[in-house]
């Protein structure tokens, strides 16, 4: 049976984000009862395409329109934690954290870590891999057997408490890219060591701190051989440094695959529907706004469509950021003072 579509795609080009926007349009019209997950690359600030605020403008109001479950990357993260793999391959050979020559890492595909090949000077082979690593976590559920299987409409189901506030910040642990077989002596890492580090800074995939917002829901995907005891005592261990929302009681969900990644002994995805997500929407709005006020490159959008369409899209967006801002400075009700029964006279 149809369980739901997935798509990926950037927002910054325009092929990503008119193409991506119309099909999951029609995916809305065409079956509205099957839900459609998006996987979005969200432009930086230094981004070559100098009309991506525009094309990310349009096409993020038509996801918080059309789609029901969004997990955006960006690349600036994205660059950030290939950075930080190329500066453990420069370890000397041997030690850990070490890379072989001919590693994905390395430098043998078009595009590595280092920027010495790929368009733009940029590593877009292991942005790639990273982005595909988070597909192969968040489907692995449904292709393999599990003591807890989660599938993708229970994601959905659990982590979007409203409808519009379905953007989901994602961080994996380990975060590298599959096709890496070069560690030659991998650090030791445990069960908590990777709950740890997905609720991390330096672990996600937008460059934002969920540590700091509100959670309002949170899905801890795990791959291997963890067990459910470890995971509720590592998330017992992890909630009271966390910021949950004032309606949440128990706002994680766990799910088990028993089959880990190849050359790991397990994994974990995080996927949290937190209200730092407002910082990289307010971002998106400024730079909108920062080339709407001149009215530079219009032209090219004006002879398809109105300016007011534009301004509309900008202020769907601004709205949500600010619905995700009211969620996040909340604060718990006084106490009501018990009202005694009047009873029956």
């Known amino acids: 049976s149809l369980q739901s579509f997935l798509l990926l795609h950037s927002l910054g080009g325009g092929t990503?984000?008119?193409?991506?926007?119309?099909?999951?349009?029609?995916?809305?019209?065409?079956?509205?009862?099957?839900?459609?997950f998006s996987v979005s690359v969200f432009p930086s600030e230094d981004d070559d395409v100098v009309t991506s605020p525009y094309n990310a403008m349009l096409s993020c109001a038509a996801l918080a329109e059309h789609a029901d479950c969004v997990m955006p990357l960006e690349n600036q993260a994205l660059e950030g934690i290939l950075g930080s793999i190329e500066a453990k391959s420069s370890s000397p050979p041997g030690s850990a954290g070490a890379m072989r020559t001919g590693s994905s890492l390395s430098g043998v595909d078009g595009g590595d870590v280092?920027?010495?090949?790929?368009?733009?000077?940029?590593?877009?082979?292991?942005m790639n891999g990273i982005a595909a690593n988070l597909l192969l976590n968040l489907t692995a559920g449904m292709r393999f057997e599990g003591a807890l299987n989660v599938d993708l409409n229970e994601i959905t189901m659990n982590l979007v408490p409203f409808p519009r506030l379905h953007f989901l910040l994602s961080s994996m642990s380990p975060v590298a890219v599959l096709a890496d077989r070069g560690r030659l002596a991998p650090a030791p890492r445990t069960v908590d060591q990777i709950f740890t580090e997905v609720f991390g800074r330096d672990r996600q995939l937008a460059s934002v701190d969920p540590r700091h917002s509100t959670y309002m829901a949170c899905a801890l995907l795990l791959r291997g051989g963890v067990n459910i005891s470890d995971a509720n005592r590592?998330?017992?261990?992890l909630r009271?440094?966390?910021?949950?929302?004032?309606?949440?009681?128990?706002?994680?969900k766990v799910g088990l695959c028993d089959r880990a990644p190849v050359g790991v002994p397990y994994s974990a995805l995080c996927l949290a529907?937190?209200?730092?997500?407002?910082?990289?929407?307010?971002?998106?709005?400024?730079?909108?706004?920062?080339?709407?006020?001149?009215?530079?490159?219009?032209?090219?959008?004006t002879e398809y469509?109105?300016?007011?369409?534009?301004?509309?899209?900008?202020?769907?967006?601004?709205?949500?950021?600010?619905?995700?801002a009211r969620v996040d400075a909340s604060c718990p009700p006084q106490t009501v003072p018990s009202i005694q029964p009047l009873g029956i006279r």
């Open 305 to 324: 469509m109105e300016a007011a369409d534009m301004d509309a899209a900008a202020e769907s967006i601004e709205d949500l950021t600010a619905e995700y």
């Open 16 to 36: 990503g984000s008119g193409l991506g926007s119309y099909i999951m349009g029609a995916l809305a019209d065409e079956y509205p009862d099957v839900y459609r």
């Open 234 to 237: 590592n998330v017992e261990r």
């Open 240 to 252: 009271r440094g966390l910021k949950m929302a004032l309606w949440v009681s128990d706002g994680f």
């Open 114 to 126: 280092k920027g010495r090949a790929g368009h733009g000077g940029k590593p877009w082979d292991g």
């Open 273 to 301: 529907n937190n209200c730092a997500m407002q910082k990289p929407l307010t971002a998106m709005c400024e730079r909108y706004r920062k080339l709407r006020r001149r009215n530079v490159y219009m032209h090219h959008y």
